[in-house]
């Protein structure tokens, strides 16, 4: 980091409600400049612009904070980033999943791209460099008024940059259920070239499942139009730098917020800040579905009627058995298999953003869930209103 060369022509500004239009001399003017306009009420429905600027430059640093902190206000106020005057969101997603808290449980945590120091805020350190325009919007898609919105935007204006600059882009998506069978998708398919930056993601297990291990999946990235992915982790834990079973912590590149396995509840991130992840025509990202248990336990699940697809058996001291594999592919209620630790298919609550720059400006993705499919079953074993 050098912290002693100033770029010619390169100005810092700082965008709030105390100076929106960013003008130099501008900042701080109302109520005789004594602290007149720090914080705004955002209505049911409204829509503020946090941030609107041309010309060229990045955005450094975003600090928040709001006084309904609930889980269903944080999924209810939508978050958008408009690059270069492109008509479609480059970033929709909502605002407390945006800033890294998954299901709308506020702890506190620092890691390389968030912080939040004591539960009660919001900061974002990930730059965003635009050529020629930037816009910032925030939504309250909830029917409830957010008496106090604060924020401050800092940025750097008139900043020059290279062929290979690339947009920074978020997205957002849930699936409650997740298909049975199949990978959850993190990043749906994008075009054209980038990285992908990482992930949080928001697991809330179904009960019928009895307490039996959810993140046995393995994270995949396909790039371009391949059919297979190119790269494959070893599990859920194994993805955020843990094993064997994931409680909660916090570090600069990978952490889990929330391991509340009497809710069922679990969010945690990992972020590619020092092993990038580079593509040139497109990339997908996804997660297995897949948990995991004793054979017993599996079978008396798949009894009970729990939607169940076993994938293997390990039983101790052996190799792995395979089960699709085996012709026809093994049924572990025959009495053919010893017992073991059982993988299998599951269908839970999952939720995530990803994180990442494309060499293009504009939105490519689907539209963020409506606020009623966003909040859906938020809000039973987390906190319901900080003060």
Not at 164 to 193: C, T
Not at 367 to 372: G, L, P, R, Y
Request: glycine content about 10%.
């Amino acid at each position: 980091m050098n912290l002693f060369d100033k770029p010619r022509g390169v100005q810092t500004r700082w965008i709030s409600f105390e100076n929106s239009t960013l003008d130099c001399g501008k900042a701080g003017l109302e109520n005789k400049t004594a602290k007149g306009h720090a914080f705004d009420c955002l209505r049911a429905g409204e829509t503020k612009a946090l941030l609107d600027v041309q010309g060229s430059g990045s955005i450094r640093r975003i600090w928040m904070t709001i006084d309904d902190r609930s889980p269903e206000m944080l999924r209810s106020l939508r978050l958008e980033m408009f690059w270069d005057n492109s008509a479609s969101p480059a970033v929709s997603v909502p605002l407390g999943d945006f800033f890294g808290v998954s299901l709308g449980r506020k702890v506190a945590f620092e890691c390389a791209l968030f912080s939040d120091p004591e539960g009660r805020s919001f900061n974002c350190f990930i730059p965003m460099p635009f050529r020629t325009a930037a816009r910032i919007t925030i939504t309250n898609d909830s029917e409830k008024d957010l008496p106090l919105l604060f924020y401050d935007i800092d940025l750097l204006i008139n900043e020059d940059h290279s062929h290979e600059m690339l947009y920074f882009h978020a997205n957002w998506r849930r699936e409650s259920p997740n298909q049975l069978g199949k990978d959850f998708e993190i990043l749906p398919r994008v075009p054209g070239a980038g990285r992908f930056l990482g992930c949080n993601i928001g697991v809330i297990v179904q009960p019928g499942y009895k307490g039996s291990w959810f993140g046995e999946g393995e994270v995949k990235a396909w790039f371009g139009d391949d059919e297979f992915p190119t790269l494959c982790g070893t599990g859920t834990e194994d993805y955020i730098g843990t094993g064997w079973g994931q409680g909660m912590f916090a570090q600069r590149t990978q952490g889990c917020h929330i391991a509340d396995r009497e809710a069922g509840q679990f969010a945690f991130y990992r972020y590619h800040v020092d092993d990038p992840i580079y593509f040139e025509d497109g990339c997908r990202i996804s997660i297995q579905t897949i948990g995991g248990s004793g054979n017993d336990h599996v079978i008396e699940m798949m009894d009970a009627g729990m939607p169940i697809i076993p994938v293997s058996i390990h039983p101790s001291g052996q190799a792995l058995i395979c089960l699709f594999d085996l012709d026809p592919p093994g049924d572990i209620r025959s009495g053919q298999f010893p017992e073991g630790w059982c993988n299998f298919w599951r269908q839970d609550d999952w939720s995530a953003t990803a994180y990442f720059y494309l060499d293009n400006p504009n939105g490519c993705l689907p539209e963020i869930a409506s606020v009623a499919e966003r909040i859906v079953g938020l809000g039973a074993a987390g906190q319901e209103k900080n003060e």
